[in-house]
């Protein structure tokens, strides 16, 4: 684990220098090195992530939690990192106003998706009234 979160530091720390290096002279082709290794790291953390995922299904199904909640769940931390990611590049290319118009709709996105589990919860608070 550890090991693995060193390369991923340094492959980061490396893209990060070329980056910076690249933008002096060309700044389209910095930002495509910036795009390449956030891409990269997604792709080897969704790898990383695939056994932790299914340990956290079997948990919350022995807690008796239904699988679409697991699933929202997992669903609105996509969001989140995706949001996140787009928002940092923006700002790294100079667009804040495009960053702060995706963190508008990533949070937009979590509020549509947790409506279902609004409504189980008013349904259940109805029950208990």
Known sequence: MVESCFSVA????ISAVLAVLLRQHCHEQSLMVALGA?????????????????????IF?????SDSYISLIFKATAICFITQ?????????????????????GRGA????????????????????
């Open 61 to 65: 199904s022995q807690a008796g939690i």
């Open 38 to 58: 956030c891409t990269a790291v997604v792709v080897a953390f969704m790898a990383f992530l695939e056994p932790l995922i299914i340990q956290v299904g079997e």
């Open 10 to 13: 340094v492959f980061c720390v």
């Open 110 to 129: 979590i509020i549509f998706m947790s409506l279902p589990v609004l409504k189980a919860l008013l349904e259940k608070i109805n029950e208990i009234i």
């Open 85 to 105: 990611i787009t928002c940092e590049i923006c700002r790294d290319s100079g667009e804040n106003a495009i960053a702060s118009t995706a963190e508008m709709w």
